[in-house]
C-alpha cells in the first residue's frame, strides 16, 4: 500500500502560481509513473500531466503544456506541480496518482486507470 498526501492547494487570483506537492510514504514501492488529475464538481477525472519516475521524462496535457510542470524529487520521494497564470477553470481538486506498471505505452499515461494508488486531493480554487 501507498499513502500519497497532496498538499500547496488554495485560493488564489487569476493569473497567480501555485506549487502542488505529493508525498509517498512507501519508499519501496516501485512507481514507474507519477501523474497529476484534476477533477472539477461534476466532471470527469482530467490528466494534467505525468512524469516518468525514472528518467524524469515528462509529459503534459496539450491544454495546460504552457503553464504547468512536473517535476521530482527522489530523494524526498516527492512530486511537484507547478501552475503558473492561473484561471477561474482550473477550479478543481488535483490529485496525485502512482503506477507500478514497468510496461506502458504513453497513451497509458494519460487514463486515470493505469494508477495503482491515489492521494486524497488538494482544492485549488481560482477566482476572477
Known amino acids: 500500500q501507498v499513502h500519497l498526501v497532496e498538499s500547496g492547494g488554495g485560493l488564489v487570483q487569476a493569473g497567480d502560481s501555485l506549487r502542488l506537492s505529493c508525498a509517498a510514504s512507501e519508499l519501496t514501492f516501485d512507481k514507474s509513473v507519477m501523474g497529476w488529475f484534476r477533477q472539477a464538481p461534476g466532471k470527469d477525472r482530467e490528466f494534467v500531466a505525468g512524469i516518468s519516475w525514472r528518467d524524469s521524462r515528462a509529459y503534459y496535457i496539450d491544454s495546460m503544456k504552457d503553464r504547468v510542470t512536473i517535476s521530482r524529487d527522489k530523494a524526498n520521494n516527492t512530486t511537484y506541480l507547478q501552475m503558473n497564470n492561473l484561471r477561474p477553470e482550473d477550479t478543481a481538486v488535483y490529485l496525485c496518482?502512482?503506477?507500478?506498471?514497468?510496461?506502458?505505452?504513453?497513451?497509458?499515461?494519460?487514463?486515470?486507470?493505469?494508477?495503482?494508488?491515489w492521494g486524497q486531493g488538494t482544492q485549488v480554487t481560482v477566482s476572477p
Open positions: 496518482g502512482a503506477a507500478s506498471k514497468t510496461h506502458y505505452t504513453v497513451e497509458e499515461i494519460y487514463k486515470a486507470r493505469f494508477y495503482d494508488f
